[in-house]
């Protein structure tokens, strides 16, 4: 029974009664309970490793230099099995781990490494001796090398004034926020079906053929292409090296084992670890094993934002797993079984953030590696299967963070698949998030892609999609804080957080305009002066990033990479889609605080500018009645023609700018709005706004609404949604869209019927991305309250999501303020 009284979602149950059903999952349990919430620790060796190769390899082309660091990586590292577990493969010690890149932001060690236990968010342990060994031997080489110092130096001093907030670029200004610095790479999806049906030595025998038909008399071909070639063979090699040393633990595990079932375990391990991915599997297991060698040695290769995506994996499994059912080699239970052996040794891979910014951006331990499933088979037709379902099922049996499950909705996808969809929603964890065929094929076959490539595209990252062998962008995008363009136009340039200095443009005293029109167009100047400064920034990072990081493995994995001999990291690879995104921080902080001004001050007249702009530098101190007056001005989330106009404008000015930047740098340059958990840290800088916000609290987060200013409910949220959009327009990507609802009124089987219906209408809509929490208020406070009794509830973030307790408590009070729909 609930604690208090009300309805309560599944996973409540679970957590307030503590009643899990471990029956048949005992090895996964015991695997999971062994670290699930320990404090992870740093693991130096690849840092180590991959610097020792570095320093000996100076002079030679980066993607020869990166592929020998790789290998001697993974010569060297520790190779480790999880006691009880089926599949091979970690890249740190066993417990919950994260690892270094030094090449991205050494320079942060000295300040950062030894306090990581101490800091408030995402702490970790680090060993006195393990610090000695970066201090002395790692840090020193990269000493003047990182590609954070090399763009702190290199952007421009009117860039650098709006990106950060000290000398040597270690803090943010949370106004125009570069994301490069802390991640080699944006998410990425390797193309596993390629590894699984071919092997590494068929990929590695298509580099050695196209090297042996290279004419060495030319001075590309010699320069340029050998040494590409030369690292792709290396790379095929460092990967089979590092499986056939887990072959090798295998066997020597087995011959120490006493119990004969773990003992006949280890030696399967042994066997398969022998064949894949060297050659191609031919078991379900096999296939396993080789996706999760090629995704963990991808974490060893770069710091690919906080993903390493599993693809559609209900695709390119299926046909092994639906011969080895056939033939009687696995049943579902032990295909299940082997699925979550992957999820419990994900969960311990911790993406670790030195940069303190990372952190801000990304909050409870998070990273989220997607498992896409249902869409459509590269012939338009529905793709749903058998796994499909059993990918469900897991996710609704075995509550953990671990794989991040996106389903893909399409216009005839079928009913069973969105009621299964529907009861692993009401669950209550915040799987699985949604995204729409009906939006992403069309935007991505719009913008060059071939349409049964963007037929074929997998979910990865927060609400973000990848084509593997057609995207070739990977640059770390920038994050615009649009609150702020708000704030200097109040202030002429200023925020009140960092006091007189001019940040924006002086755009005069906003006390004395007199129309709409002016008092719009000054805003407008602001919110395009900090878009254009957005735009600079990041063709700076597009220029300085190929001359730090390569990634062999992914570029040889890639069919364009092969194609043209070129580094997935060169700046421009021909026939490939480059996505440059850009983050729009705040758009319902934004647009509600217009809405309030136009309304009020220039039509109805109740209040003046001055009005305003005094209640707001009082943060609403004695001016309560100005704030409640702002409070209740036509809002956006809810289906208001007036909120959602305005919205649809800002909307297009920022497309309408983006375009340009596309003609200007050759790339699609498209706004999206998914902050992660950044809506946070950058409202920290803003102060109170004209839609009644209180000063330094959170921003909107997405396209979702302001905090309580929804109330007509879900459908109302869907339509202001698709009637801020431009249609007519392609600068746009993701808007991440989160809805929360109250169990009680998703209960039963009328419940599960009305979100059925929500997605089919947001389906309808062609709007990008939803995600719900199902969860009480009541819930949620208890849990801030007595952390202890709820540590394993799970909620909705962003694209992810994380365990409650593990979060800030200003993350904390942004999810318990969400506005909870009752009913629809």
């Known amino acids: 029974m609930s604690q208090c009284g009300c309805c309560m979602s599944p996973q409540e149950e679970r957590v307030v009664n503590k009643s899990v059903n471990r029956q048949g999952r005992e090895r996964v349990y015991s695997i999971l309970e062994s670290n699930q919430f320990t404090l992870p620790n740093v693991d130096v060796e690849r840092a180590k490793y991959f610097t020792e190769s570095m320093r000996e390899t100076e002079g030679e082309l980066l993607t020869l230099r990166w592929a020998k660091a790789l290998k001697n990586v993974a010569e060297k590292i520790t190779v480790w099995i999880t006691p009880n577990q089926l599949l091979a493969g970690r890249v740190g010690m066993l417990g919950r781990y994260g690892i270094l890149y030094p090449e991205i932001d050494g320079d942060f060690y000295r300040e950062v490494l030894a306090d990581l236990a101490n800091r408030d968010k995402s702490p970790f342990q680090i060993s006195q001796e393990d610090i000695k060994v970066v201090m002395e031997e790692i840090a020193p080489y990269w000493e003047g090398k990182t590609y954070h110092e090399h763009l702190n130096k290199a952007l421009p001093e009117d860039i650098r004034g709006v990106t950060y907030h000290d000398e040597r670029g270690l803090k943010s200004k949370f106004v125009v926020s570069e994301t490069s610095s802390y991640r080699s790479a944006l998410q990425w999806v390797p193309d596993y079906e390629k590894v699984i049906n071919r092997g590494f030595i068929d990929i590695q025998n298509e580099a050695k053929e196209k090297l042996a038909n290279l004419d060495l008399n030319n001075s590309v071909d010699l320069w340029d292409k050998k040494p590409f070639l030369e690292a792709m063979i290396i790379v095929c090699d460092a990967i089979m090296i590092w499986a056939k040393r887990h072959a090798d633990l295998a066997r020597e595990l087995a011959a120490k084992e006493s119990d004969p079932k773990r003992k006949a375990e280890l030696l399967q391990i042994a066997e398969t670890c022998d064949h894949v991915p060297a050659h191609p599997a031919r078991t379900f297991r096999e296939a396993m094993q080789c996706q999760w060698f090629v995704q963990m040695f991808s974490r060893i290769e770069q710091k690919a934002s906080a993903i390493i995506s599993n693809g559609r994996m209900d695709q390119y499994l299926y046909p092994l797993y639906k011969k080895d059912l056939d033939e009687g080699r696995i049943t579902r239970e032990e295909a299940k079984d082997l699925l979550e052996c992957m999820w419990v040794d994900m969960a311990q891979f911790i993406d670790l953030y030195i940069n303190p910014t990372g952190v801000e951006f990304q909050e409870g331990y998070a990273h989220w590696e997607a498992v896409t499933i249902g869409g459509q088979t590269p012939e338009g037709e529905d793709a749903t299967n058998d796994l499909s379902y059993l990918f469900l099922e897991s996710k609704r049996e075995f509550p953990l963070n671990y794989p991040d499950l996106a ?210 530098k009082a943060d609403f101190k004695g001016h309560e009645a100005v704030r409640e007056m702002l409070r209740n001005a036509p809002c956006y989330g809810n289906n208001d023609a007036y909120a959602d106009s305005v919205a649809k404008d800002v909307d297009r000015v920022t497309q309408v700018e983006a375009a340009k930047s596309s003609r200007e740098r050759g790339v699609h340059v498209d706004v999206r709005y998914v902050p992660i958990t950044s809506h946070v840290p950058f409202g920290k800088v803003v102060s109170a706004t004209p839609n009644g916000r209180h000063a330094w609290t959170a921003l909107s987060d997405g396209s979702s609404a302001s905090h309580g200013a929804d109330k007509n409910g879900p459908t109302a949220v869907l339509l202001s949604n698709y009637h801020s959009k431009n249609y007519g327009m392609t600068n746009r990507a993701s808007r991440l869209l989160n809805i929360k609802l109250s169990p009680k009124c998703v209960a039963g089987e009328d419940g599960t019927q009305k979100i059925v219906n929500l997605i089919r209408t947001w389906c309808d809509l062609k709007l990008w991305h939803l995600q719900f929490n199902i969860v009480n208020k009541e819930t949620l406070v208890k849990a801030q309250q007595e952390p202890d009794n709820y540590r394993s509830l799970l909620v909705r973030i962003a694209g992810y999501s994380a365990y409650f307790c593990d979060l800030s408590r200003d993350l904390q009070n942004d999810i318990i303020d969400r506005t909870e729909h009752a009913q629809f």
């Open 407 to 616: 389903a893909r909705i399409h216009s005839r996808s079928p009913e069973r698949f969105l009621r299964e969809v529907a009861l692993t929603i009401k669950d209550g964890s915040g799987f699985p998030k949604l995204i729409n065929d009906e939006e992403v094929v069309f935007l991505n076959a719009i913008k060059g892609c071939p349409v049964n490539e963007a037929l074929d595209y997998a979910v990865s990252g927060c609400t973000e999609t990848r084509m593997p062998n057609r995207d070739t962008y990977t640059s770390g995008c920038v994050y615009v804080n649009f609150a702020t363009a708000l704030e200097m136009l109040l202030y002429n340039g200023r925020m009140l957080h960092y006091g007189d200095e001019v940040i924006g443009l002086e755009t005069g005293d906003v006390t004395k305009f007199n129309t709409w029109e002016e008092f719009y167009e000054a805003y407008k100047a602001q919110h395009l002066n900090l878009l254009r400064k957005a735009f600079q920034q990041q063709h700076v990072v597009d220029k300085l990033r190929p001359q730090h990081f390569s990634a062999p493995m992914s570029s040889v994995l890639h069919n364009l990479c092969m194609e043209n001999l070129m580094d997935l990291h060169a700046e421009k690879i021909p026939g490939g889609v480059d996505y440059s995104y850009f983050e729009f921080l705040g758009y319902g902080t934004v647009v509600d605080s217009l809405s309030a001004i136009k309304k009020l001050v220039f039509e109805d007249k109740k209040l003046t500018l001055k009005e305003v702009v005094e209640a707001c």
